[in-house]
């Protein structure tokens, strides 16, 4: 079977993970590239798949435990394919000054997939809104009455995405296509 798509996959508790693969998505189909969008929990395997992106926030210090189930369940596949991750975290006044903190956050939580080499990391601000707070954390009333604000920064989202196709290329993958064209 030959591998040609991308696959852009995400795990969300308040919807703004989800929008940042949307546009993802919406990106590579713009570039020509042919794309599969799916929440990480219904990946049932890789087999026709180039490379992956990655998406999900950061909560209470850590990578969404969806993220770590989807890296645990195909670690034998994911060694051998290209893997760009983003990671949604600050938010609010202080987003610019805290991304330091939270990209050690995010990059020790990779750190644990000592398999994994992502061919890039992009740390994206936060969103927060108080109407979209999931179970437990729409009983602190702390959380419910804080401001709703929006730290992505979509143009450079857009511009990691235009870096993408390059980086996922498979140079593995395209070996095999150069060796079966030639036969
Ligand atoms: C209860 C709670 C805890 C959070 N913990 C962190 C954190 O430890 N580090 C961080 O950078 N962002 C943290 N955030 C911010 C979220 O990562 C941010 O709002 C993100 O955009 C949510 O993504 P989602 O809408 O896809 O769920 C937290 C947000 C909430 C509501």
Redesign the pocket.
Known sequence: MERSKVLITYT???????EIAEFVSNQFTYLGQPVELHPCSEIKDLKAISGIVIGA?????HLHKEAHRFLQRHQKSLVDLPVAVFA????GPNAAQ?ALE?RK?LDNELAKFVWLKPVSVLLVG???DPA??RFP?NLIPA?KQAPASDARNWEDIHAWVDSLPSLLANPIQQTLVEERSRS
């Open positions: 969300t508790m308040s919807g703004s993970t989800q926030p950061i909560y209470m210090f949604g975290g600050a938010y805290d939270v956050n936060g969103r927060f979209r707070l954390y959380l």
